[in-house]
């Protein structure tokens, strides 16, 4: 950080305001786990409903208040923390061709299965193993590919969607 004059200054202390403020900032988000410890106490949905409805607004209040509590230069410090540990999982921009070829087929096993159960179920009934974890894993196979494929891929896969004069 520097002042008007462009001198440096220190970076804000990790005094007691900070740490309240990322307190808060962690009950904001640690409150949305109750929605499924409600679910799996068998709470009643319009309750659910209701906590849900609840959280979402004191989720607001509380970043709000994270924010007033920190003062803007701790918000900024926050924001450089998170964000900065955010950069690291940004994919690479050119990979490898081996690493391209992997990233390939995991993004076309689970979309190619996903069209293809419905075909396999009409002809051969019973074939296909109906397990919900299969599903899974085939979703989290295609989200993991974005990241095999790397950045070139996400500029590819926008391309299809701008239209350029």
Known sequence: MSSPDNTPQPAPSMGWRF????????????????IPIAAALDVPGSRIAALTGTIFIANKVLLL???AVMGKEGFQQLKAIVFGHAKRLAPVQKVGPVRHA???VMFFIPILTSMLEPYVDELWPGLRPDMWQLQ???DIML?????????DFWSKLRGLFVRSV
């Open 136 to 138: 899974v894993l085939g």
């Open 102 to 104: 992997i990233g390939l």
């Open 19 to 34: 740490k309240c403020g990322i307190g808060l900032f962690i009950l904001a988000f640690a409150l949305w786990f109750l």
């Open 143 to 151: 989200i993991a590919s974005f990241f095999v494929l790397g950045g």
């Open 65 to 67: 208040s994270c924010v």
